[in-house]
C-alpha cells in the first residue's frame, strides 16, 4: 500500500496526508476513532457535543484511544471562532485542558486559538477561501491553511483548488496548504499533491459512511446525487452553504429577503440577527436529520457525483490509499516525459 510521508504527516503524526473533515451534525466518535486506528487525521465540530460534559468525555476517550491502540492517526477538533457562537470561549478551554492535538478555525479571528494551542505544542489550521484571509491567519501564526475551494460541502470558496492552492504556496511558500472540496478519490488527492498541497480534507465522502450520525435517507440522497443536484444558500447561516437541492430547500428559497439582508447589515442588529440566523439554521439541519421527516436540508458538496456506496470508513479510506496508489503508477504509465 503507498505510504506518503512530507511535512505535514510528520507535522500531525499520520501515516497518509488526509484529513477527515469536520461535519456539523455529521462528524461522531465511532468516525474519530476509525479515522486514527486508519492513519489520518479525524477533526470533528465541538458544536457537534453541546450537552454539558459531553466535549471533555470524548477528548478523554480519544487522548486514550490513542495511546492505547499505539495508532497512526490522529485527532482534531474544530472551532467556529466567530462572536456568534456562545460556546467558543468554554469549548477551547475544554480543548486546551485536555492538549487537543490540532484544530480546523472556521468564520472568524483564529488569534486566541492559536496562542492557546501553542503553548503546549498543538497545531492550528485555519479554513481560508482567498489570499486576504490567508494573509490575516498568517499574522497570527497559524502552522497551515485549510483551502476551502469551489463546490466543497459547507461554507465553499469562489476559486477552484488548482488556483487557489498555488496562489497560496505562491504568497506564502513556508505555510503547508490542505485543499478541501470536491475531493472523493484518490486521484483527486494526487492531483491536489501536484498543485502544491500538502494533504487533502475530505467531507461530503464520509457523510455516507456506516458510522456517520445521519439518516438513511440522508446517505441515499448523497450516493444517487450528481453534482448539478447542489445548490448554494445563504439561509442556513447567512455565508453561502452548500446544500442538496430538494423540495424543502426549494420551498424555502435560497436567498435571505431584503430585510434579512437589511439585519445582518445593519450595525446594530447585525451581531444578533446572524445569531439567531444560524441558531435557526442548525436546529432545522438538525430536524432534517429525524427519520421519514420531509423537511429535507441537507448539507454537500459536488463530490457527490463521484459516490457510489455507503461503506465502512475504514474502507473509505482503504480505497483512497489504494486509488492513490493505482493513480500514481497510471500516470507513470500514460505519461513520458523527455
Ligand atoms: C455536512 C457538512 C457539514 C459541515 N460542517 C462543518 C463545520 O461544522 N465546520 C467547518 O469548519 N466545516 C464544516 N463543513 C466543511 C468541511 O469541514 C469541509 O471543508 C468540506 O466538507 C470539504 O469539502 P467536500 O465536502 O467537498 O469534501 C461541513 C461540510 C459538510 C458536507
Known amino acids: ?13 499520520i501515516n497518509f496526508p488526509v484529513i477527515m473533515a469536520p461535519m456539523f451534525l455529521v462528524s461522531n466518535k465511532a468516525m ?3 479515522a486514527i486506528s486508519s492513519g489520518i487525521m479525524g477533526v470533528f465540530p465541538s458544536l457537534n457535543f453541546r450537552r454539558e460534559g459531553e466535549l471533555e468525555l470524548l477528548l478523554q476517550h480519544l487522548n486514550k484511544y490513542k495511546s492505547e491502540n499505539k495508532s497512526s492517526g490522529n485527532f482534531g477538533v474544530n472551532l467556529i471562532v466567530q462572536k456568534t457562537n456562545p460556546l467558543y470561549e468554554k469549548h477551547l478551554k475544554i480543548c ?17 486559538v492559536i496562542k492557546a494551542a501553542h503553548s503546549y505544542g498543538g497545531k492550528v489550521f485555519c479554513d481560508v477561501t482567498n489570499l486576504t484571509h490567508a494573509g490575516k491567519s498568517a499574522k497570527h501564526n497559524c502552522d497551515g491553511f485549510i483551502a476551502v475551494g469551489q463546490g466543497a460541502g459547507g461554507h465553499a470558496g469562489p476559486f477552484p483548488l488548482q488556483v487557489l492552492v498555488p496562489a497560496l504556496k505562491e504568497n506564502f511558500p513556508n505555510i503547508p496548504v490542505i485543499a478541501a472540496g470536491g475531493i472523493a478519490t484518490g486521484s483527486g488527492i494526487l492531483s ?9 480534507s475530505i467531507g461530503t465522502r464520509f457523510i455516507a459512511s456506516l458510522e456517520a450520525t445521519v439518516n438513511a435517507e440522508y446517505k441515499n440522497a448523497i450516493i444517487t446525487s450528481g453534482m448539478d443536484n447542489i445548490v448554494m444558500t445563504t439561509r442556513i447561516s447567512g455565508t453561502p452553504c452548500t446544500i442538496l437541492n430538494t423540495p424543502y430547500a426549494q420551498k424555502i428559497g435560497l436567498q435571505q429577503n431584503w430585510f434579512e439582508k437589511f439585519l445582518s447589515r445593519n450595525p446594530r442588529t447585525k451581531r444578533y440577527f446572524k445569531m439567531l440566523v444560524q441558531v435557526r439554521g442548525m436546529k432545522q439541519l438538525e430536524k432534517a436529520l429525524i427519520p421519514g421527516n420531509h423537511n429535507n436540508l441537507w448539507c454537500a458538496g459536488q463530490s457527490v457525483e463521484l459516490i457510489e456506496e455507503i461503506i465502512s470508513c475504514e474502507k473509505i479510506i482503504e480505497k483512497l490509499k489504494l486509488e492513490t496508489e493505482m493513480a500514481y503508477l497510471g500516470l507513470n504509465k500514460n505519461v513520458t516525459v523527455s
Open 1 to 13: 500500500m503507498i505510504k506518503i510521508e512530507n511535512e505535514l504527516t510528520k507535522m500531525l503524526g
Open 32 to 34: 474519530m476513532e476509525k
Open 96 to 112: 486546551v485542558e485536555n492538549k487537543v492535538p490540532f484544530y480546523i478555525t472556521s468564520l472568524g479571528n483564529p488569534a486566541a
Open 192 to 200: 491536489m499533491l501536484a498543485v502544491g498541497a500538502s494533504g487533502v
